[in-house]
C-alpha cells in the first residue's frame, strides 16, 4: 500500500501550493473503511492529512464536512476551546477529489474513559456547551439545514413507527417510546447549533482535554440534548459529570434535555434495526432486537430514568398525529 500513500502524497503537492512533503504514512487502516487516507509531513515540520471517499456515501459526508469547516469562520473557532481542522486545499483524482485538511492533535477516547476520568468528561461537557452556544446565523447564512422542535419530534415519531412496523420492537419500549412522543412539553426546547454526529470516533482528546472535534457534515440547527445522547451508551456518573459541566459552563436551562437525550440514546436501536432490515442483514437485525431486550431490562431496574418530562403536559396520539400533519404540509 505503500504506492497508495505516495500517490496521496503527490495528490497534496497539487491541493496546496507550495506544499513540500517530507515524510508519509497511512492514516488508518490501508484495505478498510469509507476513505483512503495519509498523514503528511511538510517540511517546517506541521502536519497535514488528504483523504480520498472509496464510495458516493463517503464523498457525500466529505463534501458535507467541507461546507461545515468553511462556514467555521475563524471568528466563530475563536469561541471553540477546541481545535477544528482547517481546509487547505483540493485535487481531483478520477472521478471524484481528495481533500487536503490539517492535522488536529490529540487520540480517539473511549466510553470508560470519561468515567474514569472526570476531569476529561468536565472537558466534554465545557466543548459541548461551546458549540450550543455559537452564533445561531453563520449556520443560517451557510445554508445548513435548520430544524424546529417540531421536525425533530416528527423525525423521532418516524423512526419509531418504522421501527414498530417491523413487529420486532418489545412491547415495553413502543409503550415508553409512545409515552415520550405524546409529552408535549419534552419537546419545547430552542435550536441551538448542533454537531450532529459526536461520539467517541469524532472527539480528539489530549490529557484531560478535548483538543479537537472531527467530522462536521451534520452541522446544523437542531435539538441540543442529540449531542449529549451518546454518552448515555457509557456509565450513568459520566452521563452526570458531562451534564454538570455543560450546565456549569452555560449549555442552557432546558429541563428536559436529559429526558430527550435518552429518547434519542434508545431510538440508535431502532436505527440499528432498521438499517438491518433495508440491508437484509440477519447478523445486524439479530443483534439490534439483542439490544432492544438488554434496554428493556434497563428501563425495568429500579434505578431508570423516565423519558417523561419533568412536569409532563401530555398530547393525546390523535394530537400528535395532527401536530405532524400539520408540520409536514408546512415543511413538506
Known sequence: MAGSQFTLAALATTAVPGLVVTGTRTLGSAAAGDYESALLRDADGALTVIRRPRNQRAEARQSADLVAIRALSAGIRTRLPFGVAEYRGQAPIGSTRAIVTTRLPGAHPTLASFAERPELATSVGRALAAIHQLPTSFVSDAGLPSLTPFEVLRSAVSVMDRAVATKLVPAALVERWEGAARDQQLWQFTPTVVHG????GVLLVDGEAVSGIL???ELRLGDPAKDLAWVLAGRRDAFDTVL???????GGRDRQLAQRARVHHELETAHWLLHGVQAKSTEVVDDAVAM???????????????LQSVSPETMEIGEVEQLLSSTERRHG
Do not use: C, F, K, Q
Open 197 to 200: 454526529s459526536i461520539g467517541t
Open 244 to 250: 454538570s459541566a455543560y450546565e456549569a459552563n452555560g
Open 215 to 217: 467530522d462536521w457534515g
Open 292 to 306: 432492544m431486550h438488554r434496554l428493556v431490562d434497563a428501563v425495568h431496574a429500579p434505578s431508570a430514568e423516565p
